[in-house]
C-alpha cells in the first residue's frame, strides 16, 4: 500500500511540474508578446518630504489581455531567470526618462526626481552605462533627476566592476539609492564602498513600527548608519498615521506608502499640483 501510495505521488508530482512547465512556458510566450505588443505601462507613486512631493518611483504594470492585471511581484522574478528582464528593463528607463523629460518642461514638476528599480541581470550587463548614456541622450533627460534603484545582493561579487560603474554614472549626476534595504546580504561594511545617495527601509520593517519593538530598533539602527554615512532615508510602505509618526520620531525625513499615495499615472502625478501631499485623514 505504502508502495502504491509512494508511486501514486510521483505520477502527481510529475504531473504538477509538467502543468508548471507549461505554465512557465506560456507565460515566457506572453512576456514576449507583451514586450512586442507594448501591453506594460508604468504608474509613479510619490515620494514625499515636509509633506511635498519630491520623487516618484516608477512601478511598471502588465495588462495581461486575458489574464488582467499580473503583479510585478509575479512576473520580474520570472523575467529575471528568463533573461526577459533586459528588453522590459529596456523599455522601462527608456520610458520612465521619457516621462522625465515631460516634467522637466512643467514649471511645478522640474525638481522632480524619478527613481526606476533596477535588476540584477541588468546592471550585470557589461554595457549597462553605455545603455543608460544612450538613454539619457536620446531623450535628454537630466541626469540629476533620475536615480537609479539596486539592490544589497547586486553589491556582493566584484566590488571594483560594480563601483565603476556606478562611479561613471554618478559623475554624469545619476544618483543610486539602495532598496529593501535590511532584507539582503546586509554586511553593513560594504555599503560606504559604494557611491549611493539613499536607503530606503523595507516595508517589512515599517510595518507596525509603533507598536513592534523589533522593527522599531531595526528602523532605528537603519538611520543611525545611514545618518553616520550621510545617507538619505526612505521609509517605504508607510500605511498608518501611527507608523508616520514614529517615523519622524525615529528622525525619518522621506516617505513613500499608501498613507500618502497608491501608485499613480503621469497625469495624476501632475494634478497633484501644488505639491502638497498631507497624509490622507481616513
Ligand atoms: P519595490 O521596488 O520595493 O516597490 C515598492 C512596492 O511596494 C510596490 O509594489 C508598491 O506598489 C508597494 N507599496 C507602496 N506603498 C505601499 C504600502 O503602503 N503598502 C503596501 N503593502 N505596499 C506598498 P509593486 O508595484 O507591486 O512592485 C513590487 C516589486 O516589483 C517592486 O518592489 C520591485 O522590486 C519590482 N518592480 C516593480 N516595477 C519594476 C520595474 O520597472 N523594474 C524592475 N526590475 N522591478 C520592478
Ligand atoms: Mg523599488
Ligand atoms: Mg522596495
Ligand atoms: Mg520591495
Known amino acids: 500500500r505504502a508502495k502504491a501510495a509512494g508511486r501514486n505521488s510521483v505520477e502527481f508530482f510529475d504531473s504538477r511540474m509538467q502543468t508548471l512547465a507549461k505554465q512557465r512556458s506560456q507565460l515566457a510566450q506572453d512576456l514576449?508578446?507583451?514586450?512586442?505588443?507594448?501591453?506594460?505601462?508604468?504608474?509613479?507613486?510619490?515620494?514625499?518630504?515636509?509633506?511635498?512631493?519630491?520623487?516618484?518611483?516608477?512601478?511598471?504594470?502588465?495588462?495581461?489581455?486575458?489574464?488582467?492585471?499580473?503583479?510585478?511581484?509575479?512576473?520580474?522574478?520570472?523575467?529575471?531567470?528568463?533573461?526577459?528582464?533586459?528588453?522590459?528593463?529596456?523599455?522601462?528607463?527608456?520610458?520612465?526618462?521619457?516621462?522625465?523629460?515631460?516634467?522637466?518642461?512643467?514649471?511645478?514638476?522640474?525638481?522632480?526626481?524619478?527613481?526606476?528599480?533596477?535588476?540584477?541581470?541588468?546592471?550585470?550587463?557589461?554595457?549597462f552605462v553605455e545603455k543608460v548614456m544612450q538613454c539619457m541622450l536620446e531623450t535628454g533627460v537630466n541626469p540629476e533627476r533620475l536615480k537609479l534603484e539596486l539592490t544589497e545582493g547586486m553589491l556582493i561579487d566584484d566590488v571594483e566592476t560594480i563601483r565603476a560603474k556606478?562611479?561613471?554614472?554618478?559623475?554624469?549626476?545619476?544618483?543610486?539609492?539602495?532598496?529593501?534595504?535590511?532584507?539582503?546580504?546586509?554586511?553593513?561594511?560594504?555599503?560606504?564602498?559604494?557611491?549611493?545617495?539613499?536607503?530606503?527601509?523595507?516595508?517589512?520593517?515599517?510595518?507596525?513600527?509603533?507598536?513592534?519593538?523589533?522593527n522599531k530598533a531595526i528602523t532605528r539602527a537603519i538611520l543611525a548608519l545611514a545618518a553616520s554615512l550621510e545617507l538619505e532615508v526612505v521609509a517605504e510602505g508607510v500605511e498608518t498615521q501611527a507608523e508616520l509618526?514614529?517615523?519622524?520620531?525615529?528622525?525619518?525625513?522621506?516617505?513613500?506608502?499608501?498613507?500618502?499615495?497608491?501608485?499613480?499615472?503621469p497625469e495624476a502625478i501632475v494634478g497633484l499640483e501644488p505639491q502638497s501631499l498631507p497624509p490622507r485623514k481616513d
Open 166 to 214: 556606478m562611479g561613471k554614472l554618478q559623475t554624469l549626476g545619476v544618483t543610486f539609492s539602495l532598496d529593501d534595504f535590511g532584507t539582503g546580504y546586509s554586511s553593513l561594511s560594504y555599503l560606504h564602498r559604494f557611491p549611493l545617495s539613499q536607503l530606503k527601509i523595507d516595508q517589512q520593517f515599517v510595518r507596525n513600527l509603533d507598536t513592534n519593538p523589533h
Open 32 to 127: 514576449h508578446q507583451a514586450i512586442r505588443q507594448q501591453q506594460f505601462h508604468l504608474l509613479y507613486q510619490p515620494i514625499v518630504k515636509e509633506q511635498k512631493l519630491c520623487g516618484v518611483e516608477a512601478l511598471i504594470r502588465w495588462q495581461h489581455p486575458v489574464q488582467g492585471f499580473i503583479s510585478p511581484g509575479v512576473f520580474i522574478p520570472f523575467a529575471e531567470q528568463s533573461g526577459l528582464i533586459i528588453p522590459i528593463g529596456d523599455w522601462v528607463l527608456k520610458q520612465a526618462c521619457t516621462q522625465l523629460v515631460q516634467w522637466q518642461n512643467d514649471q511645478h514638476m522640474r525638481q522632480l526626481s524619478c527613481s526606476v528599480n533596477i535588476s540584477a541581470l541588468q546592471f550585470a550587463q557589461d554595457n
Open 245 to 265: 509618526t514614529q517615523l519622524k520620531a525615529l528622525g525619518c525625513e522621506l516617505f513613500q506608502g499608501f498613507l500618502f499615495s497608491k501608485p499613480l499615472s
